[in-house]
């Protein structure tokens, strides 16, 4: 018999919990994504995640740490060479990725690649530089809709973004020139996680709004993860978010997008009150992607009070079988310079109605301590030349 039939798994993406020993080898000195939101803002109301041990893993101004956390509480440090979505979420199921992928942040993309894609996709390319989505298209959308170049640029992740307005570029060919973009840089000095499909709609500046029709060619990954051998014994694994995207599918059985991080518990919630057996797998992109890049620490706290409403009400529905974890995939401080993300230790919550009590778990040197534990409550192998340990058994 499993210890928990269910497991909820939710990646609150880009919660650093402080920088790890390395960290300078990637140029962050000091970074703190929660510690440094507390410390900027006047206020931070999270009775949910404080009584889960949060406050108990960083110092937190406004929230103190509790005696007697109602869970378990923890830090796990990454052990791939790297800092991105990817890389954190590949690890967590099992992988460690010892090359980094390339980001282009400050340089734009190679002008090699630049005329490879425009020798294949037919269209002259426009952009080419680290730009906001919202703001690269009141820059170079009425040029592209005009001419039918094509709006190429990167962020501060490893990705390589093309714009194309629905009735003038058309879905169909947006997509074929991402599948173009994906062959190309499979290279490895060109390889980037993901391509990225951004379609919009409007005809001129201030009217520009991205649609729904976005799509993801993400690399996949490039081992046996958790999550396939998990499918593999028949068991459930339920998708929320980007998870699906990041993971191309793989030992996904339901996927389920979000529009939000709001609607990802939302939705997350909803999977709680139905009959399954096996992996709710979670990413809550928003803290990351609206408020980490975009430096704005009020935005991101706000965002962490808004899940921890949220959480409050997952914990009222989960089941005394099943087992709740919370980590994160990064850090993305945002009180550093820059727009990048920041090599960060990540908490690691665990909690189940079951549980006696909670306290403090060893730190460990890698976020795969998460798929294995997973693992093993299913009663699954780790797939070979998977890493990481499970804590299962310190879970009482």
Partial sequence: MNRFKRVFLIVMDSLGVGEMPDSAEFGDVGVNTLGHISEAVDSLVIPNLQKLGMANITHLKQVPAVQQPLGYFGKLCERSKGKDTMTGHWEMMGLEVTKPFQTFTDTGFPPELIRELENRTGHKVIGNKSASGTEILDELAEEEIATGHMIVYTSADSVLQICGNEETFGLEELYRCCEIARELTLKDEWKVGRVIARPYVGRKKGEFRRTSNRH?????????????????????????????????GEGITEAHKSN????????????????????????????????????????YAQEIEKFDVNLGLLLDTLREDDLLIITA????????????????????????????????????????????????????????????????????
Wanted: charged share 25%; with cysteine; aromatic share 8%.
């Fill in 260 to 299: 939000s991080s709001v609607h990802g518990m939302e939705q997350t919630i909803e999977v709680a009150k139905k009959e399954f057996h096996g992996l709710c797998f979670v990413n809550l992109v928003d803290f990351d992607a609206l408020w980490g890049h975009r430096r704005n620490p009020s935005g």
């Fill in 216 to 248: 993801d060619y993400a690399l996949k990954p490039f081992g046996t993860t958790v999550l396939n051998a998990l499918q593999r014994a028949g068991l459930d694994v339920i998708s929320i978010g980007k998870i699906n995207d990041i993971f191309v």
């Fill in 329 to 396: 995939d990064h850090g993305n401080d945002p009180t550093y310079r820059g727009t990048d993300h920041t090599r960060e230790k990540v908490p690691l919550l665990a909690w189940s109605p079951s549980m006696d009590g909670g306290g403090e778990l060893p730190e460990e040197d890698t976020f795969a301590v998460v798929g294995a534990t997973v693992a093993e409550n299913f009663q699954v192998e780790m797939p070979e030349g998977t890493i990481g340990r499970s804590v299962l058994s310190l879970l009482k």
